[in-house]
């Protein structure tokens, strides 16, 4: 099995580092200073974060057992520095809670699929092999894309197609989804990109990408329940940073992007009544946005690595405690 640093090229490594860097810096902390890289993968951003600041510690955390391992051994020169625990990111509190951090210092989130995801056919996430319907990030679950697949109705199907992969012919794939399981339930990959070549017009097929991208899109979101955990981490990831610590997250589609800008924008508005004078303590904004709207990759990065193409990156800093 090649290395993690093989397989692996992080996404706005240069950026990810520049932004959560002040928090982590050595000077700026009298015990060392936590990140948290709540979507390990296989550890390329902690790497550079773990090298440019050289007393943070890091408490890396990933569903998928295959990535923690070999996140580990890319890791491994960094010691006692490095913490690494399978969970789901929404599990942050709890694990802080279990480790001792009352407060960290940085957050990373990363929500694209990992390389490792990517590129092993076994996993069932890419559609341009046939392979088994899966795209478990965490195999100990049980429920698959074959399962959706095979149990959900027309109307649950059409629904997740159109909410997560907004996809617009959802209510057509769905039935014809339905009446093919029919003659025989779906198990492999190929059946079904053969079918949604066949559902979708011709004049659509030209433009917007594969065909097949919106529905492996919302059958993966739908299979690890991305989209609720997300919005489930983001507020406890906030409530953990220290005043003066910084979060950066990795988007990749505008259903995550979104998200990520909405609870980023409530956080850094002023929370008292608008008619106050003065702002009480306790009632200003939480967060300073450091990015200008979404920062997208340099055109060359994009050219150069293809997972990046699509990434959309805010950050933002703790400027002040929650009223309690």
């Given at each position: 099995?090649?290395?993690?640093?093989?397989?692996?090229?992080?996404?706005?490594?240069?950026?990810?580092?520049?932004?959560?860097s002040p928090a982590l810096d050595a000077e700026a902390a009298g015990d060392a200073p936590i990140?948290?890289?709540?979507?390990?993968?296989?550890?390329?951003?902690?790497?550079?974060?773990?090298?440019?600041?050289?007393?943070?510690?890091?408490?890396?955390?990933?569903?998928?057992?295959?990535?923690?391992?070999?996140?580990?051994?890319?890791?491994?020169?960094?010691?006692?520095?490095?913490?690494?625990?399978?969970?789901?990111?929404?599990?942050?509190?709890?694990?802080?809670?279990?480790?001792?951090?009352?407060?960290?210092q940085g957050v990373l989130l990363d929500l694209g699929l990992s390389s490792l995801q990517i590129?092993?056919?076994?996993?069932?996430?890419?559609?341009?092999?046939?392979?088994?319907?899966?795209?478990?990030?965490?195999?100990?679950?049980?429920?698959?894309?074959?399962?959706?697949?095979?149990?959900?109705?027309?109307?649950?199907?059409?629904?997740?197609l159109r909410r997560y992969g907004e996809e617009r012919f959802a209510d057509r794939i769905a039935?014809?989804?339905?009446?093919?399981?029919?003659?025989?339930?779906?198990?492999?990959?190929?059946?079904?990109?053969?079918?949604?070549?066949?559902?979708?017009?011709?004049?659509?097929?030209?433009?917007?990408?594969?065909?097949?991208?919106?529905?492996?899109?919302?059958?993966?979101?739908?299979?690890?329940?991305?989209?609720?955990?997300?919005?489930?981490?983001?507020?406890?990831?906030?409530?953990?940073?220290?005043?003066?610590?910084?979060?950066?997250?990795?988007?990749?589609?505008?259903?995550?992007?979104?998200?990520?800008?909405?609870?980023?924008?409530?956080?850094?508005?002023?929370?008292?009544?608008?008619?106050?004078?003065?702002?009480?303590?306790?009632?200003?904004?939480?967060?300073?946005?450091?990015?200008?709207?979404?920062?997208?990759?340099?055109?060359?990065?994009?050219?150069?690595?293809?997972?990046?193409?699509?990434?959309?990156?805010?950050?933002?800093?703790?400027?002040?405690?929650?009223?309690?």
């Amino acid at each position: 099995m090649s290395s993690a640093a093989e397989q692996h090229t992080p996404v706005m490594l240069a950026e990810i580092v520049s932004l959560l860097s002040p928090a982590l810096d050595a000077e700026a902390a009298g015990d060392a200073p936590i990140l948290v890289d709540c979507t390990l993968g296989m550890g390329g951003h902690a790497e550079a974060l773990l090298s440019a600041c050289p007393r943070a510690q890091l408490v890396g955390l990933d569903r998928d057992a295959d990535a923690l391992a070999l996140a580990g051994e890319r890791l491994r020169p960094f010691g006692d520095r490095v913490t690494l625990v399978q969970a789901v990111y929404d599990e942050l509190p709890q694990v802080l809670e279990r480790l001792g951090h009352r407060s960290v210092q940085g957050v990373l989130l990363d929500l694209g699929l990992s390389s490792l995801q990517i590129d092993r056919p076994e996993r069932g996430f890419a559609y341009a092999v046939d392979a088994p319907l899966d795209m478990r990030m965490d195999p100990r679950q049980e429920l698959t894309a074959a399962g959706i697949l095979n149990t959900y109705s027309a109307r649950e199907l059409s629904r997740i197609l159109r909410r997560y992969g907004e996809e617009r012919f959802a209510d057509r794939i769905a039935r014809r989804i339905v009446a093919a399981r029919e003659e025989e339930p779906f198990s492999t990959s190929a059946r079904l990109v053969a079918l949604l070549y066949d559902a979708i017009p011709m004049a659509a097929r030209k433009t917007g990408g594969h065909p097949a991208k919106r529905t492996f899109q919302a059958l993966r979101i739908e299979v690890n329940n991305e989209l609720e955990v997300l919005e489930s981490v983001l507020p406890s990831a906030i409530a953990a940073l220290a005043v003066g610590g910084r979060i950066a997250v990795l988007a990749y589609h505008s259903l995550e992007d979104r998200l990520v800008k909405q609870i980023l924008a409530i956080k850094s508005t002023d929370r008292a009544p608008r008619n106050l004078p003065v702002v009480p303590a306790g009632y200003g904004a939480e967060l300073k946005l450091l990015t200008r709207g979404a920062q997208r990759p340099t055109s060359d990065e994009a050219e150069h690595n293809r997972r990046a193409a699509s990434a959309r990156l805010r950050a933002a800093m703790r400027i002040e405690e929650a009223a309690a």
